[in-house]
C-alpha cells in the first residue's frame, strides 16, 4: 500500500489513509496520505472504506487483505453494496 500511496501523491493526487488506532501506536502509518481517519476497529476500517469507495481492487498483501477482500464479495452477494470489486 505504501509504494500506491507514494505514486500517487508524486502525481499531485489524493490519498485517504484510513487507519485503526492500533497502527498509529507503533508509527506503522505512511506519510503519504492527503486525509487520514483513525478509527477503532478493523470491522470499521471496512465499514468506512465502504461507505467512501466507489470500487474495490486487492493488491498483494497477506491474511488480512484475504479477509477485507472476502468481506466486501460477501456483502455484495448480500447486496449490502453494489461497487465493482
Not at 31 to 42: F, P, Q, S, Y
Not at 59 to 67: A, K, Q, R, S, V
Amino acid at each position: 500500500m505504501g509504494c500506491v500511496s507514494i505514486a500517487v501523491a508524486q502525481h499531485q493526487r489524493q490519498v485517504l489513509g484510513i487507519i485503526p488506532s492500533v497502527f498509529t501506536v507503533n508509527n506503522i502509518v505512511g506519510e503519504t496520505c492527503w486525509k487520514e481517519i483513525k478509527v477503532a476497529t478493523m470491522h470499521e476500517r471496512l465499514l468506512t472504506m465502504m461507505e467512501l469507495s466507489d470500487a474495490f481492487i486487492a493488491l498483494p498483501g497477506g491474511f488480512g487483505t484475504l479477509e477485507e477482500l472476502f468481506q466486501i464479495i460477501s456483502w455484495a452477494q448480500l447486496n449490502i453494496h453494489n461497487n465493482p470489486i
